[in-house]
């Protein structure tokens, strides 16, 4: 999960793990996170929206209790309207009101809310994820649904996670090992990073604090490496004591102003599962950077980017990010584009480092498996 609001201290680990582990007492090594506030799925109570079912709720807004007058608003300007209008017109599509109003005309008052167009709904979730009202994630997952991002959109952007495993990769990879042994960045390691990769990717119990030592120092080489792949900055990886289904999570900025992932100790015992979840949040990391730069007006509609930087900036806002509340479900956690996106890595990068470098070949699972380039598209996240 990305968000640049998360604050966190990183502190002493001293926990166990399967009552078998002293962790190592050195905070250079292993570090303790504490998960932040914003990360626990929040609790809305009983209460569903209001305006989800009655077109005539408080959140209707006074300027337009004519429903005819709302939709020639939002159309004609291409949905750039407020945030309350934004909501008080998806809200109204979702309950029907327009479908059922005799006067408008528009065909399209029948139909989904995709058949406005791209634009148009991509500049009602900006709109609308601007503002943190109770609610937002209902609207905002049934526009998550009309944006319908195309395979390919996907597809490309786990490319250089993919590329960061390839076998043709190996060369490079060990370079960069020899070059961080110099360095003293893998001080309990010796011989290849083939080695290495394959000893971790055999998942041996963690019974000593040596153990761990190596693996939480070869998971942040990767996260390094991937990186300096994509000539960003590097992004410190440690540790938190969560309960158990939260993996991990990436915070822009700590109390110390710090970029960091936090992987959950209750994941360190599987190595392959492990690289899943740094190259996930690894990549709302570099969402994170797309999201700041379309903000700042450095992303531009003829960059190459534009798109993933312009939908990532939008479900990165305030008020635009689902975290699986009780209104919008997991459904609406799972398939926003950040975390999809973020999924799709997690997902490669566990395939394709079991592929590459465990001396016992095979595909894992078949759900894993990337489709060839000249292959049709698959919805890789189903």
Request: charged share 25%; with cysteine.
């Amino acid at each position: 999960m990305a968000t640049t609001f998360a604050t966190a201290s990183f502190a002493r680990c001293n926990k166990t793990i399967n009552d078998n582990l002293a962790y190592m007492s050195d905070p250079s090594v292993v570090t303790l996170s504490q998960m932040p506030s914003e990360f626990r799925l929040p609790t809305l109570g009983d209460a569903f929206l209001e305006a989800s079912t009655d077109p005539f709720s408080k959140s209707r807004g006074k300027r337009f209790y004519d429903v005819a007058a709302l939709w020639q608003e939002v159309t004609s300007k291409n949905g750039d309207v407020d945030t309350e209008t934004a909501r008080q017109f998806v809200n109204d599509w979702l309950s029907g009101v327009f479908a059922n109003d005799a006067g408008i005309t528009d065909p399209r008052a029948r139909q989904g809310l995709n058949a406005l167009g791209f634009e148009t709904v991509i500049t009602l979730y900006e709109k609308i994820s601007q503002s943190d009202a109770k609610g937002n994630s209902l609207y905002l997952r049934e526009l998550n649904r009309a944006l319908d991002l195309p395979d390919s959109f996907y597809e490309k952007r786990i490319e250089t996670v993919a590329r960061l495993f390839d076998d043709s990769q190996r060369a490079w990879m060990e370079q960069k090992w020899q070059h961080a042994l110099n360095e003293g960045r893998l001080p309990s390691h010796a011989g290849s990073f083939a080695d290495a990769m394959a000893e971790e990717l055999e998942n041996r119990p963690i019974w000593s604090a040596a153990d761990a030592k190596r693996r939480i120092q070869l998971l942040q080489f990767l996260c390094d490496c991937f990186s300096d792949s994509l000539g960003e900055s590097r992004v410190k990886m440690g540790l938190f004591n969560g309960k158990p289904g939260l993996k991990g999570f990436y915070m822009h900025k700590t109390d110390k102003n710090e970029e960091v992932i936090g992987l959950n100790v209750m994941e360190i015992s599987n190595f392959q599962a492990c690289v899943g979840i740094i190259m996930h949040e690894r990549q709302h990391a570099s969402q994170q950077r797309l999201a700041d730069d379309y903000r700042a007006g450095k992303i531009g509609k003829t960059h190459p980017d534009y798109m993933a930087a312009r939908i990532f900036a939008a479900n990165g806002n305030s008020g635009g990010y689902i975290n699986g509340d009780k209104d919008a479900g997991m459904n609406g956690y799972r398939f926003q584009p950040l975390e999809q996106d973020a999924h799709n890595a997690g997902r490669i990068a566990e395939y394709m480092v079991y592929k590459t470098y465990a001396r016992r070949p095979g595909i894992y699972t078949e759900r894993h498996v990337r489709p060839a380039p000249a292959a049709p598209a698959q919805r890789l996240a189903s």
